[in-house]
């Protein structure tokens, strides 16, 4: 996954909207669809930006060594 994806996994899980997570963020729905539009063929989420959106819904950016086995969250994948 990248972080795109699991912000939005995040959503759909806790059933927030693109309204109300902008709302949460302090940015307008035109910004947030933007961050989260996955069809874009462009570089993902900057760490310090999903790690602010990731705040907002309670999780935060941690980075381990590669060996680590992640249990429970979301793993970025590329």
């Not at 759909?12 to 989260?36: C, P, V």
């Not at 989420?45 to 941690?62: E, N, Q």
């Amino acid at each position: 996954m990248n972080g795109r994806e699991i912000i939005k996994a995040i959503m759909e899980q806790r059933d927030i909207s693109n309204i109300e997570y902008a709302k949460e963020l302090g940015i307008t729905r035109a910004a947030i669809w933007d961050r989260l539009d996955t069809k874009k063929s462009r570089k993902d989420i900057p760490v310090s930006m999903l790690s602010t959106m990731a705040k907002v819904l309670g999780y935060k950016v941690v980075v381990v060594p590669t060996d680590f086995e992640v249990k429970c969250g979301y793993l970025v994948d590329n």
